[in-house]
């Protein structure tokens, strides 16, 4: 890996020459970190470039590209080479999602192109490149920290990730996997999504109720921070937290084991944050279309923090009020799949964030479909997962690629996270195909 690693690094670096640059990087976590750290790389070459942070690489974003730059797109571009193969531009994909080659003159950097194949996400892929580039680029690692734990890798310590941990001088703590584990454990506990606690995510009387019985109080004006527990208090906290969890027996993601883990802390902003926050705040500001705050502070601009931090409340208030929405409102349940339609009541930006939230809760069983739907204009977005941290036998791309042969539309992902974006008018054809897909066909890897 590291040679073709290298390969590509000269490769780009020749090209960008005297070439005008243009960069293509996805809203989330990990494309908005890979997207700083290509900035930050380009800039200490003194290259000018432009920017542009998109949901989905769609025919119409391809359209748009200009035609006089060399194009990098990051966290996105595998699912799409037919389409780019059309372009005059030259091109270079940094990305970690499924990828069906086809003879063409894109330059792909791509983990499931490697025979040693190891688990890496854009923003990891993205600094490893920077840094054969220049060992100046090594301050960079941090950004690729927030987005492997921004795409949940964090579990997954495999021999290159382990080397960029170490590179970004990450501190590593054993505790309860709730963030932030460096503020008040009131403020974590009430806002906490993964693992959706019934009666204290988003009930603030439930989560003191909770502090009351297993007598943690407040120290001075405020609570205690997670990471600040003692081993008793910790034991204590995830007891009463197993015993809010409705949990299926079945389900491992809920056993206490599975409760606890590593919880990483950086030097972020002179400060020493719980990175999965920082990881969370660069996603909802890219979810709550605020990607130029996200970016801002990925490049350490210190006043974008706060307008950061009032984005990222109300995108929690979103998710909260999404998942609320959910629960109250009916769903079309079948054999082991779900259909939840959030309509105009949940944003599509954040569709897919509640999918992921519920696969990973207790509220449907292990191997259950979740499919989440949200208009977006004259549109809708789609996104699977599926239910608990066992592997399926089931593909989910494969189901979002033969909705969109079906139907028309744009679709993506990997196996066990997918999704794609419809007409309106096709919301009840879309249903019904999927019941067909699931009550008589079967989903083949």
Same mark, same amino acid.
């Given at each position: 890996?590291?040679?073709? *690693? ?22 989330? +976590?990990? =494309? ?109 690692? @941090? ?25 970004? $001088? ?43 019985? *297993? ?23 995830? +007891? ?7 949990? /299926? ?11 606890? =883990? ?23 500001? =890219? ?32 998710? *909260? ?7 109250? @409102? ?10 939840? $339609? =959030? ?60 909705? +969109? ?8 992902? /990997? ?9 309106? @008018? ?20």
């Amino acid at each position: 890996m590291e040679k073709t *690693i290298k390969e590509f690094s000269e490769l780009l670096l020749e090209k960008i020459k005297n070439k005008k640059i243009h960069i293509v990087s996805h809203y989330d +976590t990990d =494309g908005i970190t890979s997207a700083a750290i290509f900035s930050k790389t380009l800039e200490r070459l003194n290259k000018q470039f432009s920017l542009k942070i998109i949901k989905q690489l769609t025919k119409t974003e391809i359209d748009a590209f200009p035609k006089d730059k060399l194009i990098i797109l990051l966290d996105l571009g595998s699912g799409s080479l037919k389409e780019l193969a059309n372009l005059n531009n030259e091109i270079f994909i940094i990305d970690h999602h499924e990828i069906e080659l086809i003879d063409s003159k894109i330059y792909i950097l791509n983990n499931h192109l490697f025979n040693n194949y190891e688990n890496l996400c854009s923003a990891e892929l993205s600094y490893l490149v920077s840094r054969d580039i220049s060992e100046e680029n090594k301050d960079l690692s @941090n950004l690729a920290i927030l987005g492997m734990i921004g795409d949940t890798m964090e579990k997954d310590i495999n021999k290159t990730r382990n080397k960029i941990i170490n590179e970004a $001088n990450v501190k590593i703590k054993r505790g309860l996997l709730i963030y932030p584990s460096t503020r008040p454990l009131d403020k974590a506990l009430q806002y906490s999504a993964r693992p959706f606690i019934p009666g204290i995510t988003g009930d603030p009387k439930g989560t003191l109720d909770l502090l009351k019985e *297993i007598e943690i109080e407040k120290s001075g004006k405020n609570y205690k921070s997670l990471i600040d527990l003692d081993e008793d208090e910790m034991k204590k906290l995830v +007891t009463a937290i197993m015993l809010r969890l409705n949990y /299926h027996e079945s389900s491992k993601e809920l056993e206490p084991t599975n409760l606890i =883990g590593n919880l990483y802390l950086i030097k972020f902003l002179n400060r020493i944050e719980d990175a999965r926050e920082i990881s969370a705040i660069i996603n909802a500001c =890219g979810r709550m279309e605020r990607t130029e705050i996200a970016l801002m502070l990925c490049l350490g601009n210190t006043s974008a923090r706060k307008k950061a931090e009032t984005v990222y409340l109300k995108y929690k208030q979103n998710i *909260i009020s999404g998942l609320k929405y959910i629960e109250e @409102n009916s769903k079309i349940q079948g054999n082991n799949y779900i259909i939840i $339609n =959030g309509k105009d009541k949940i944003k599509d930006t954040i569709i897919g964030t509640l999918a992921s939230i519920l696969s990973f809760s207790s509220v449907y069983k292990e191997g259950t479909i979740i499919i989440a739907m949200a208009y977006n204009e004259d549109k809708i977005k789609i996104s699977t997962r599926v239910a608990g941290r066992s592997k399926s036998n089931k593909s989910l791309r494969d189901l979002m690629n033969h909705v +969109t042969a079906c139907l028309g539309g744009e679709s993506g992902g /990997h196996k066990e996270a997918a999704g794609c974006v419809i007409k309106k @008018n096709d919301e009840e054809r879309f249903i019904e195909l999927v019941k067909k897909k699931f009550e008589y066909e079967t989903i083949t890897v």
